[in-house]
Structures are given as C-alpha cells and as structure tokens.
C-alpha cells in the first residue's frame, strides 16, 4: 500500500480528522539515517504526525517544524513538512538502544524529560511558535497535550510504527482527531467511547487497516465523511548550492582553514544524510562568493 493521507469530518462538521500509513516514509528515513528500532519508532511517530499536521496548512509555501529535544540518550529529533504530503526528518542519536519495555520499544525511555516545540511558518512576519512540557514522551500523547494547551483545541493522536524482525519497518500510520468549538457534549461522549475501544493503532495496522478505515472504527457510528485523500513521501529539497550557503556561512576565517588544509571536505544534509563534496577549488570560489 502507498503512503496517503485522508481527511474527513464527521457529525455535520462539529470533528475533523486525519488519518494517514507511512510505512515507506519510516523505511526511508530508516535507510537514509540507519536508525536503530527504538530511533526509528520514534522517528517514524514524528514524521507521521508531521505529515497529517502539515497537511492542515493553508498555502503550498508553509511550513511546519516539529522538534521534540528531552534529557534521554536519544538527543533530539526534528521533522519538517509542507503541506502538500512532503516530510523528512531526523533524530540526533540514530544508534541508541535500549531494552523493550512492557514488551514494546521505549520510545519514552529514549526521548526522556524535555519539550515539544511546534513551529508553523506561514510567510507572516514572525512564524508561530508553541512550545509543551513532553507528558509521556511516546509522541503521540505529547502532541495531543500540546493541541489541548497550546492551541485549545481538544484532540486525540494516535502514532504506532511496527518493527519486522529484521529491523526494517513492517507498518506505520496513525491518525489525528480534532473537536471544534462548536462540539456537542454528546458526540464528545460518543467518539471517548470509541477511543477506549481502540486500545493500540500498531495492532489496527499490523491487521492491514487503511487510513479510511481506522477512521471508520472511530468515527463511522457519528457519521463519518471523507473529504479528500493525497499522497505523502519522504522528501528532501538539499542540493549541492543550498548545502554550499551552509559552508559559506561558517565564515570566511573557517573557510580559509579548509582551503589550506589542501583537502576536499565532506558536508552531509541532516535530513536525509546525503554526502556533498567540496574540492579545494570550489572552496576558493565560495571565499571568494562570500566577501
């Protein structure tokens, strides 16, 4: 199955919702980054919600950044997304390990205490900036904290990513729940209802459940209606001139450095670990560029 994203609404417009499988993306950061099982499930739950959440923006230039930075031995990890079904991402450590827990991989344990930041560009002035308290760390009660708090709209997220033995991705998906302020108390009451009953998106998944249809078990009894479906990739836009201007902005007394060490260097994108080579003459033309 291709990765897609589906958007709906139910009970006449008082709920939006997001659903969304990701498993090629997750194998594809995997690939890029060689993460580890517990990284890539904490990877893959990012970029999941970073794809549904920047497919709620507006305009085809905005932009979303998602950053979750705790105390564990993981670091960080950063994903960014656009609204046209476009993420990619990256986490500081792609080698931690740790043992399972409760039978699962410790996303928690690997992330620790620290912060979501969620930052929206939206070409204004000054881009939006939110920022919570990570509540459990495993990604998808953390971002359901944050749309609660900081943008008063109550949610439920649910992220799962599912390891073959092997350590390749064998499904990934989720789906992000929203209430309107116009919400009746009793289609709230109905949909926690249905959310008790699903207790684990990876198991839905795992049994080969579409976005669509894990909408269905959450929404199909307060009159579930798709609005549209669009693809999603794992996509970087680094090139060799847009790696060139992070070079050129290490300054001139750096740049002269490299130049008489006589040897070509190695620049390599965060976000999808691709190599850029520099030789010495095209060090000189940058020196040259940035005076």
Do not use: W
């Not at 693809?231 to 201007?245: A, H, L, M």
């Not at 080579?277 to 033309?285: A, C, D, F």
């Amino acid at each position: 199955m291709k990765d897609y994203i589906v958007r709906a609404t139910a009970a006449n417009g008082q709920v939006r919702a997001f659903a969304a499988i990701t498993r090629e993306i997750v194998e594809e950061a995997r690939q890029h980054h060689g993460t580890s099982p517990v990284a890539t499930a904490a990877l893959g739950r990012l970029l999941t919600a970073g794809t549904m959440m920047g497919s709620m923006m507006k305009n085809e230039t905005d932009m979303l950044t998602l950053q979750v930075r705790g105390d564990g031995p993981i670091g960080g990890i950063t994903v960014t997304a656009d609204s046209k079904g476009d993420v990619k991402g990256y986490v500081e450590n792609p080698d931690v390990m740790l043992p399972p827990k409760n039978g699962k991989l410790d996303v928690g344990g690997a992330v620790g205490i620290g912060l979501l930041q969620v930052i929206k560009d939206m070409g204004l002035k000054e881009p939006y900036s939110g920022q919570t308290i990570l509540v459990s760390s495993e990604i998808a009660e953390d971002l359901t904290y944050y749309f609660a708090n900081s943008e008063q709209v109550p949610s439920s997220v649910g992220l799962g990513v599912l390891m073959e033995k092997d350590n390749t991705v064998k499904t990934a998906g989720g789906f992000i729940i929203q209430m309107m302020p116009f919400a009746e108390d009793a289609t709230i009451s109905q949909i926690e209802e249905n959310l008790k009953l699903v207790t684990s998106v990876t198991e839905l998944l795992d049994k080969g459940y579409t976005p669509e249809q894990l909408l269905e078990e959450l929404l199909g009894n307060v009159g579930l209606e798709i609005t549209d479906t669009m693809p999603t990739r794992f996509y970087c836009n680094c090139s060799k001139e847009r790696v060139e201007q992070a070079v050129a902005s290490v300054g001139k007394k750096d740049i002269q450095e490299m130049i008489n060490d006589g040897k070509p260097i190695e620049v390599k994108c965060h976000f999808c670990n691709t190599a850029y080579h520099y030789s010495v003459e095209e060090l000189k033309n940058i020196l040259k560029r940035s005076k």
